[in-house]
Structures are given as C-alpha cells and as structure tokens.
C-alpha cells in the first residue's frame, strides 16, 4: 500500500513539474507575442521620425533612426561605446536617462548621481540585450529609437525599484556619440 501511495505521489509531481514547464514556455511566448503586438500598437499610433529601419525578426526587436551621420564609424564586438539614452515605457513614461536636463523634467532626477553619457564594452552581456542590438547596429553621430519586447529588456521580474513591471516592452531613444574599438577578435 505505501509503494502504490508513493508511486502515484511520484507520478503527480511528475506530471506537475513537466507541465509546469510546458506552461512556462506557453506563457513566454504569449508575453512575447503580446509585447510584439504593443509595441506595433505603439508604432501604428505614434508618429516617429523614420529615416531609417532594422528589424530583428528572431528577437522581435525594432530600431528607427531619426538621424543618420552617414560617418562610417561602426561598432564592433569588444569596442567601447558612448551613448546618451532616454529609457522609456510604452506610454511615454521615461524611467531613466542620461541626460540630467531630461531627468529633472520627466520627475526621474536623482540629486545623488552623476548624470553623463553611458559607457559600455559591446558584446559582454553589460546591459539588456535590446540595448545592445540597438547600438550595435548605429554609426557614431547617429540617433534611434529602440524597441525592446520583455524577454530583451528586464524580463518577467522588471526592476527592482519597480520602475519598470515585468514582462513590459520598453524603448530607448539613443545618441551614439563615440566608439573606441576595442580588442580584434
């Protein structure tokens, strides 16, 4: 009687913990599917400057450029870049910036930090993965707009200061102002 108890035990968790992956998968896809939707929601109601624009079909990710330097400087993995950005939510919302001027004026100012451009290596895993699609892809002097759905930008758990939920699409607008290469693969 305790064998049969315990076998038909193992066999519910069993069944419990497969389809709680099953379910899992199911459910990024829908969030991924529903942040795709909100972001061509965005972009069909939004006018947006488009001089510009690169599609990432696998990872659902938009860029549109409102400005093209035409300067030929390119990124490549390993270089260092600087980048102005504004971060925001779908509804316009910013939720952090670079830039201390814009801070102050969307309410997100922090008297205790610095506010300058962003530097970053490319390619190490740095920032969300939106972010660096984005820039990797933009010539310095160049000016886009990023849109990023969840999974590539702060994923089911959002932020920890709860700026942005989770599984929210998001964007950046960014300014790429300098690339210092770095090492050659």
């Known amino acids: 009687m305790k064998i049969r108890i315990f076998a038909i035990l193992s066999l519910i968790a069993a069944t419990l913990a497969f389809s709680s992956c099953i379910d899992d998968e199911a459910t990024e896809e829908v969030v991924f599917n529903e942040d795709l939707a909100e972001i061509q929601a965005y972009l069909d109601t939004t006018s947006i400057v488009n001089v510009k624009e690169y599609y990432d079909e696998g990872r659902g990710i938009t860029v549109i450029w409102q400005e093209l330097s035409a300067s030929n400087d390119t990124v490549a993995l390993g270089d260092t ?6 971060g925001r939510l779908l509804s316009g919302k910013a939720f952090d910036t670079s830039l201390e001027d814009v801070a102050k004026a969307e309410g997100v100012y922090n008297s205790q930090r610095k506010y300058m451009p962003l530097v970053f290596r490319i390619g190490i895993g740095q920032l969300v993965t939106g972010f660096e699609v984005a820039t990797s ?3 310095v002097g160049d000016k886009a707009t990023v849109f990023i759905p969840s999974f590539y930008a702060y994923g089911r758990q959002g932020t920890s200061d709860g700026r942005i939920p989770g599984n929210t699409p998001i964007m950046f607008e960014l300014e790429l102002l300098e690339v210092t290469p770095g090492p050659q693969q």
Request: aromatic fraction near 12%; charge should be neutral.
């Open 137 to 139: 892809v933009m010539e």
């Open 81 to 86: 870049l600087k980048v102005n950005y504004i």
